[in-house]
């Protein structure tokens, strides 16, 4: 597992930014620089084909900004923000932003903010191939499961897997909403998406999954985007990334 280097894509739409961070990146041998990006576009295109651990993410592009990728996005890389502006600070890190680099770039910054970046990915790697190495062969065999227990002031509650309306991702918590009540989960949206069964909650979003059976109906835009409108009155925006999911079920 030491062995392996961690991947790393660089986005933004400046070319000498990106020369700067190719050089900074090139002398850090525990980094593989796998790719560059100069627009969202071709950003999501990238991260979801290469997969990176890593990436550099400018936040003002043509197009998509940094966080329109995050919201197109289906992997989930660990984030650098690079940026002139600081007032996207606050905003990066509820993205859950590992760092957030301002330019022109500092050099011994930049090494600080790497080092966040590996020891992050080293810290949770354990963590979480402990927890997806156990719940994969579950998902494999098409055992999902059909209750859970959930905390709510110092009691476990057993819910009924299908009685939850949707999830919302909310940092590396889930909120889970059912007919009469909420509850907020530890295990981020990932991981839970990984004991449901996908026949009936389908994701729309990176950071939203919905259950089929509490669907109202789909709006479509005019620019083509859709929002999915639940019965309890709640709406989600669908990126593009997950349309997908629900074409499939138009018949």
């Known amino acids: 597992m030491s062995t392996h280097k961690t991947t790393c894509l660089i986005i933004d739409d400046e070319k000498l930014a990106r020369d700067l961070l190719r050089e900074y990146l090139e002398a850090i041998p525990e980094i593989e620089l796998v790719g560059e990006a100069a627009s969202g576009n071709e950003a999501v295109d990238k991260i979801d084909k290469l997969k990176p651990d890593l990436?550099?993410?400018d936040v003002q592009m043509p197009g998509l900004t940094g966080f329109d990728v995050l919201d197109d996005i289906t992997h989930e890389p660990y984030v650098i923000f690079v940026t002139a502006y600081d007032q996207y600070a606050i905003?990066?890190?509820?993205?859950?932003?590992?760092?957030?680099?301002?330019?022109?770039l500092d050099h011994e910054r930049f090494k600080m903010a790497i080092e966040r970046a590996l020891k992050r990915k080293k810290t949770e790697a354990g963590n979480i191939e402990d927890l997806l190495g156990s719940?994969?062969?579950?998902?494999?065999?098409?055992?999902?499961?059909?209750?859970?227990?959930?905390?709510?002031?110092?009691k476990l509650f057993?819910?009924?897997?299908?009685?939850?309306?949707h999830l919302e991702a909310s940092g590396d918590y889930t909120i889970i909403t059912t007919k009469n009540d909420q509850f907020v989960s530890s295990l981020g949206i990932g991981k839970l998406e990984e004991i449901i069964n996908p026949d009936k909650f389908i994701r729309v979003h990176r950071s939203t999954i919905v259950n089929i059976h509490y669907l109202k109906e789909i709006e479509r835009h005019f620019n083509g985007g859709?929002?999915?409108?639940?019965?309890?009155?709640?709406?989600?925006?669908?990126?593009?990334?997950y349309a997908k999911h629900i074409r499939k079920k138009v018949v």
């Open 226 to 241: 859709m929002v999915v409108k639940m019965q309890n009155g709640k709406n989600f925006p669908v990126s593009r990334t």
């Open 135 to 154: 719940l994969r062969p579950q998902r494999q065999a098409g055992n999902f499961e059909s209750h859970i227990f959930v905390q709510k002031s110092e």
């Open 91 to 104: 905003q990066a890190f509820e993205k859950n932003a590992v760092d957030y680099l301002l330019k022109p």
């Open 55 to 57: 990436i550099f993410l």
């Open 158 to 165: 057993n819910l009924p897997v299908d009685e939850i309306l």
